[in-house]
């Protein structure tokens, strides 16, 4: 096992921590974050990493990017709440020849729901409303005026919990609502770009496709409600509320909302990348203009508790040590309220917030989005561990199973992780 780092490490560490990074522009950011991320992966993590091991994931995690076209990756792993292996592979930006490190900020793309379900959850801690409330009618939490003109009855029956575990009502058979602005601006005239508030009259205008609670069919559409819900119980905006009440207590900062073209990337996020025979989309905009799926296909802020968050994996790692339910770090929520989440329903409904769980003690939660895919685990053997990328693939969702696949490989070849924290390197 190899020494903690020297004091050129520990100095170019407090460099990287107290530089103010977000007051740099996007169209200046490569001078300053070149040099620091290259300083930082390779002289602050690389070097705390048990040379074997990191050989091992070394040669994993590379051959699983270049056989899946992929222009960068960044892992995270976890061991007892501990944090013990971060790294990047390949190019945040590959026209200026960045390199990934594991403090990038990336689209999670659907991980956000599980964001988007602990603040729920804070809620309910707090008495604010509980799993049964109901969310549409008069004595909804939406109980707007614009919003009670209700044309199916059933609408009425929908709880938080429905809308946590997918089973609203609501089927993609005539496609998934969040990508279909043009669709729902039409329908309740209101012009592009539209607000959530325009998805919730489109809601109360239709009729559902199921009973609610009678099944789970994946459902963006009820977390895009589920964000509107949390902003009308808390008085605030969604994500004034979460940074507060989740991120700020597990110690992070640099978790936010993401923008949709290029103009609006943070100075630390990576560039997003897809398939080159990608073709060009109409804005979401309304604006007619013509651009990649990437930038600007999509509305990143308004898909936000459903799909708009960017992490780095250090700071989702950071977030998976408070709801873990392990004992060595303090959780932000109660034993109860994970078990809630975590919950293996045995009627098949979905968990809240998490992609699935089984009764071994794993849980997941994927995301994908063009130019981005994400996957995070807990296991029952102590260790968790992230997988971001900032480009997309032909093999779109699935690519989430080669994630899965090439982290359980590492893992057998694995059998001893370091007995340090970087965690403390960063102020936790």
């Known amino acids: ?12 560490l407090a460099v990287f921590l107290f530089c103010p990074f977000r007051q740099v522009s996007f169209s200046n950011r490569n001078s300053l974050l070149s040099p620091l991320n290259e300083s930082f992966n390779k002289l602050v993590f690389n070097k705390l990493i048990e040379e074997q091991n990191a050989g091992v994931i070394d040669a994993f995690i590379e051959k699983f990017r270049i056989q899946n076209g992929l222009k960068g990756v960044a892992v995270a792993v976890v061991k007892d709440e501990k944090l013990v292996f971060a790294k990047g592979y390949g190019y945040a930006d590959e026209e200026d020849q960045i390199q990934v490190t594991p403090n990038n900020l990336f ?16 809620l309910v801690e707090n008495s604010k409303i509980s799993l049964e409330s109901k969310v549409f009618g008069k004595d909804g939490i939406l109980n707007d005026e614009q919003f009670l003109n209700i044309k199916d009855k059933r609408l009425e029956k929908i709880t938080v919990r429905n809308l946590l575990n997918h089973s609203g009502g609501w089927t993609q058979h005539y496609g998934d609502l969040a990508f279909l602005p043009k669709t729902v601006s039409k329908a309740v005239g209101d012009p592009l770009p539209v607000t959530i508030d325009s998805y919730i009259k489109f809601v109360t205008m239709h009729r559902v496709h199921f009973e609610p609670g009678s099944n789970s069919v994946y459902s963006n559409l009820g977390y895009l409600i589920l964000g509107r819900v ?16 989740v991120l700020a207590p597990a110690g992070i900062t640099d978790m936010r909302l993401g923008g949709s073209f290029l103009n609006e990337a943070l100075p630390n996020e990576v560039r997003y990348y897809q398939p080159e025979d990608g073709q060009p989309i109409e804005s979401f905009d309304g604006s007619g203009r013509m651009v990649s ?12 508790s459903a799909g708009g968050w960017l992490a780095s994996p250090i700071d989702l790692m950071k977030l ?55 996957l995070v685990k807990r296991q029952p053997d102590g260790i968790s561990w992230v997988i971001l990328s900032n480009t997309s ?18 893992l057998l070849k694995v059998d001893q992780w370091p007995d340090y924290n970087l965690f403390s390197f960063l102020g936790n």
């Open 230 to 245: 949390i902003s009308k119980v808390a008085g605030t905006d969604y994500e004034s509320f979460v940074k507060k009440e």
């Open 107 to 122: 689209r999670l793309a659907s991980v956000s729901k599980l964001i988007t379900a602990v603040a729920v959850m804070k």
């Open 1 to 12: 096992m190899h020494k903690l780092p020297n004091l050129i490490c520990l100095i170019w």
């Open 393 to 410: 693939n032909y093999k779109g969702p699935h690519l989430a199973k080669e994630m899965d696949r090439v982290m359980s490989h590492i």
């Open 293 to 304: 799926k990437i930038y600007g296909g999509n509305d990143i802020h308004l898909l936000g």
């Open 320 to 374: 998976i040590v408070v709801i873990d339910n392990e004992p060595k770090v303090k959780d932000i929520l109660s034993a109860e309220s994970i078990n809630a989440m975590t919950h293996v329903d045995p009627f098949g409904l979905d968990p809240l917030g998490w992609r699935a769980t089984n009764e071994k003690g794993e849980w997941w939660r994927t995301g994908t989005l063009p130019g981005s895919s994400a």
